[in-house]
């Protein structure tokens, strides 16, 4: 059973820094792109980066370029978010999810990480 | 403010049809990538209901259909059901933008 679970999300002040790992099971975590999407609290869902099966290709939003670093560890089977310059906009549930095979859809979602900005 | 636009709610009772639009641009849905939809449940993570356009992942019920047409697609729900409650989101890729998008999200209600 395909499974992603998200942790290191937390209470953290306007300015400061979090890192959100997504540790996966149940598939070959090397042979599958990766993503990070975020949902503010009441809000809908809003894309934040990528990253391909051997890292090679990265990307992110407008929104997050600059500030944010996605990283992967396929020896660990495990996805990493670096927020860095935090903003209170930036509050929201950060969810993994599997892309399947460049079709631009994610098949398998974690149950997501609340990150929270704030003084 | 979303890329893609959805009605931000659509209501029916037990056992009618149900649709929901996701209307985009000529970089998005109409350069030809393809659309899909997933149900949010609350509380819960969202779940792939539509790939590809009109394919339905294993487990999820033939109720649930879409289609696309030009710089649009659409969800159609039939035979409703309580537990179809949630928010559903259209989601492509942008070109222009070199993005992910989603739509804003449309909640149903089931009345």
């Known amino acids: 059973e395909v499974q992603l679970v998200e942790s290191g999300g937390g209470l953290v002040q306007p300015g400061g820094s979090l890192r959100l790992s997504c540790k996966a099971s149940?598939?070959?975590?090397?042979?599958?792109?990766m993503n990070w999407v975020r949902q503010a609290p009441g809000k809908g869902l809003e894309w934040v980066s990528y990253i391909s099966s051997s890292s090679t290709m990265i990307y992110y939003a407008d929104s997050v370029r600059g500030r944010f670093t996605i990283s992967r560890d396929n020896a660990k089977n495990s996805l990493y978010l670096q927020m860095n310059s935090l903003r209170a906009e930036d509050t929201a549930v950060y969810y993994c999810?599997?892309?399947?095979?460049?079709?631009?859809?994610?098949?398998?979602w974690g149950q997501g990480a609340l990150v929270t900005v704030s003084s | 403010q979303s890329v893609l636009t959805q009605p931000p709610s659509v209501s029916g009772a037990p056992g009618q049809r149900v649709t929901i639009s996701c209307t985009g641009s000529?970089?998005?849905?109409?350069?030809?990538?393809?659309v899909h939809w997933y149900q949010q449940l609350p509380g819960t993570a969202p779940k792939c209901l539509i790939f590809g356009n009109n394919n339905r992942p294993s487990g999820v019920p033939d109720r649930f259909s879409g289609s696309k047409s030009g710089t649009s697609a659409s969800l159609a729900i039939t035979g409703l059901q309580a537990e179809d409650e949630a928010d559903y989101y259209c989601?492509?890729?942008?070109?222009?933008?070199?993005?992910?998008?989603f739509g804003g999200g449309t909640k149903l209600t089931v009345l």
């Open positions: 149940g598939f070959t975590f090397m042979y599958y792109s």
């Open positions: 999810a599997r892309e399947v095979g460049g079709s631009y859809y994610f098949d398998h």
């Open positions: 989601q492509s890729y942008d070109s222009s933008l070199s993005a992910v998008v």
């Open positions: 000529s970089s998005d849905i109409g350069a030809g990538f393809d």
